[in-house]
C-alpha cells in the first residue's frame, strides 16, 4: 500500500513495504527522487535499521550469541502498519516479531513518520524500547536524489556543498567494511564537485563531519537541502553512471575491518535504555529560484 502527501508545494509517496519513500515531486510535477531502474539499484529511498552499512561475515555477536544480518539490515525489506494518514502527515509502525529477534535479538518498536511543512519534506524515526534491557541500534537514511535535477545545468556541474568546511580524512572501503586507510576528503573546504571517479571504490564516509546540513544542485540553479540535525555521520553514493546520488545522514557505519567484538561496542552504535525512545531526523527542503 502506498499513502500519498501533498501540498502546494510537494507531493510525496511512501509505500508501506520499508515505510519507504518512493517519489518526490515538485510543484510543477518534476521527479526529485531515483525511480529505482533495476538496471543500477532498486532502491529510492531504504530506512537501515537496526543496522548501517555490512557487518564482518554479515554477523553480529551479542551477548556471545552469533546473529546473522545482512547489509543495512532488516527494516527495508518488512512491511510497516500504516498508523495514520492525512494530507500532508503520515505514520507508518514497525513491530519485533519472531522473524526480527532471528536477526537481533530485542523488542522495540519502529515508528517512522512523514510531514510536509511548506517546501520542505520531514523523515522522523523513532526507536522505542519496550523492553526490560537496553538496546544497541544503529539508524541511517538512503534517499537516492536525481543526478541531474530537473533543474538545468549539465550532471557534471552539480555539487554538494557543506554547510561548514570538511578537512577530515575518509576511510577506505574494505569489502565494504571500515578499512584501516584513509584518504584525503575530496571536499574544498566546504564544495564537494560531483563526479562518477569519486565514487569508483563505493560510498564516501565520513565518521567525523562538522555540517549537519547541505546543499545539492548547479550554482545558479534552484537546489535541494538536506538537513539532518541529529545525525553525526554522512555517507554519499552512487554507482558510476546511473542517475542518481544518494545523501544518507547517519547514525553508525560499517564495522571496521577485523572487528570481532560484541555488537554494542561497534563504533556508532547507541544504546536505548528500557522504556525510553532514541530519535532520528532529516528533511528535504526545495530551495526557491533565487537560492544559489
Known amino acids: 500500500m502506498t499513502v500519498t502527501l501533498s501540498n502546494d508545494h510537494l507531493k510525496a509517496q511512501i509505500s508501506s513495504q520499508g515505510a519507504e519513500l518512493v517519489r518526490l515531486c515538485d510543484e510543477q510535477g518534476r521527479d526529485l527522487l531515483w525511480d529505482g531502474d533495476p538496471a543500477f539499484w532498486t532502491g529510492r529511498s531504504p ?31 518488512l512491511a510497516f502498519e500504516i498508523v495514520d494518514a492525512a494530507p500532508e ?26 510531514r510536509l511543512d511548506g517546501g520542505r519534506l520531514i523523515f522522523a524515526a523513532s526507536i522505542t524500547n519496550p523492553g526490560r534491557r537496553s538496546i544497541p541500534v544503529s539508524f541511517g537514511f538512503h534517499p537516492a536524489l536525481r543526478w541531474p535535477l530537473p533543474y538545468g545545468g549539465e550532471r557534471d556541474a552539480h555539487e554538494i556543498r557543506f554547510e561548514a568546511a570538511e578537512p577530515a580524512a575518509l576511510h577506505m572501503l574494505s569489502d565494504g567494511l571500515i578499512g584501516a586507510a584513509s584518504r584525503p576528503t575530496p571536499v574544498q573546504s566546504d564544495r564537494l564537485q560531483l563526479h562518477d571517479d569519486l565514487f569508483q571504490d563505493g560510498a564516501l564516509v ?22 539532518f540535525p541529529t545525525m553525526p555521520h554522512l555517507g554519499i553514493w552512487t554507482k558510476p553512471g546511473a542517475g542518481y546520488v544518494c545523501i544518507e545522514p547517519w547514525q553508525g557505519y560499517a ?7 560484541e555488537f554494542k561496542d561497534k563504533p556508532g552504535i547507541v544504546m536505548i535504555p528500557a522504556g525510553e525512545s532514541r530519535d532520528f531526523s532529516m528533511g528535504i527542503q526545495v530551495d526557491p529560484p533565487s537560492v544559489v
Not at 213 to 222: A, D, F, L, T
Open 255 to 261: 564495522d571496521p575491518d577485523g572487528f570481532e567484538g
Open 47 to 77: 530506512l537501515l535499521f537496526p543496522i548501517v552499512g555490512r557487518l564482518r561475515n554479515d554477523q553480529a555477536r551479542i551477548d556471545g550469541r552469533v546473529y546473522s544480518m545482512k547489509q543495512h539490515g532488516f527494516a527495508r525489506a
Open 206 to 227: 565520513w565518521s567525523e563531519l562538522a555540517s549537519r546540513q547541505v546543499r545539492y544542485g548547479v550554482p545558479g540553479h534552484r537546489s535541494l537541502t538536506v538537513s
Open 89 to 114: 502527515f503520515c505514520r507508518f509502525r514497525l513491530n519485533a516479531s519472531d522473524a526480527t529477534r532471528e536477526q537481533f535479538p530485542f523488542d522495540f518498536r519502529f515508528d517512522m513518520t512523514y
